[in-house]
């Protein structure tokens, strides 16, 4: 099975543990389905006080020991493509935990995606960054200024920074 890394704002790290959002909105989404979705929760630092105040609440404190790490995982057992539609934001709208609004506003008059988030499993301890590893494609020259040498290699590296949205990683062994 596929795995991917998810960059997700810690508001919304806390619907998807507490069970109430159950369908991630993406722009786009891995086209083999199923895959295992961990879950990156995006640092607190740009949410105002009144926000990190209630989220401390909602989550016992846990936020201060989620924020930056990788907190959980799922399975995505299910795409939909969502178009531009009324109807189709209506239908989505109470399981992503975002308004119709919101919505419009979000897919910028392109079709998205809804992750169907199943299998969900909080870490008691989350996890670094660092722990995960991506793929890297490195092109050289096994000697140099000969263009007949040129070669690919790819090898899986440690993740440093979270992706914006997604990225394909390895999947972890337990």
Request: include cysteine; charge should be neutral; hydrophobic fraction near 35%.
């Amino acid at each position: 099975m596929k795995s991917i890394l998810m960059s997700i704002q810690p508001k919304w790290c806390e619907k998807i543990i507490n069970g109430e959002k159950t369908i991630e909105v993406r722009k786009t989404a891995p086209k083999e389905v199923p895959f295992k979705a961990y879950i990156y929760c995006t640092g607190v630092k740009n949410l105002n006080l009144t926000e990190y105040v209630k989220l401390y609440r909602e989550t016992g404190g846990a936020i201060d020991y989620w924020h930056g790490k990788v907190v959980a995982e799922f399975v995505c057992d299910k795409v939909d493509t969502i178009p531009v539609d009324s109807e189709a934001f209506a239908a989505i709208s109470k399981p992503a935990c975002l308004t119709t609004d919101e919505l419009i506003k979000y897919c910028s008059g392109k079709d998205m995606y809804g992750l169907h988030i199943s299998d969900l499993k909080l870490y008691d301890k989350p996890r670094e960054l660092g722990e995960f590893r991506v793929i890297r494609e490195r092109s050289y020259y096994a000697i140099p200024y000969d263009v007949s040498s040129y070669q690919k290699i790819s090898r899986y590296e440690p993740i440093t920074r979270p992706p914006q949205s997604w990225q394909y990683i390895q999947e972890l062994e337990d």
